[in-house]
């Protein structure tokens, strides 16, 4: 016969280790999504296309109460990145948001296991 017994003692500390990475977890989470959110934002106004300036100057980044955002809301951000059937595409944006984003999962993968 074999068999395991798990001690009430042994519950009580795992559960003082999720509450930890809970709550660790999220502010950490709220940091590196801002940190990321600024470096996507860095990266895409040093390569978007410049003519006027006008579309490198209106990229920015903030927080409201979804999360945080990377925009770039000039009216012809798609055109530059996508280009058009007149127009090659000149990229500045989606390629950093996507190397960024795998950064970011990196680093929390390694803060999620640090907590455990």
């Known amino acids: 016969m074999i068999g395991y017994k798990i001690h009430k003692q042994d519950i009580v500390k795992l559960e003082k280790k999720i509450n930890k990475i809970d709550l660790n977890l999220i502010q950490d989470l709220t940091k590196e999504l801002g940190v990321t ?3 996507i934002s860095l990266k895409a106004k040093r390569d978007a296309p ?3 300036g006008n ?3 209106s990229i920015n980044f903030g927080k409201d109460s979804k999360g945080v955002y990377v925009e770039s809301p000039a009216e012809y951000s798609a055109f530059q990145e996508y280009g058009t059937k007149f127009m090659k595409a000149q990229p500045f944006f989606f390629d950093n948001a996507k190397t960024e984003i795998k950064i970011l999962i990196k680093r929390l993968q390694n803060k999620i296991k640090r907590l455990v």
Do not use: F
Request: hydrophobic residues 45%; glycine residues 0%.
């Open 37 to 39: 959110a600024s470096i």
């Open 50 to 52: 410049v003519d006027t």
């Open 55 to 57: 579309l490198k100057n």
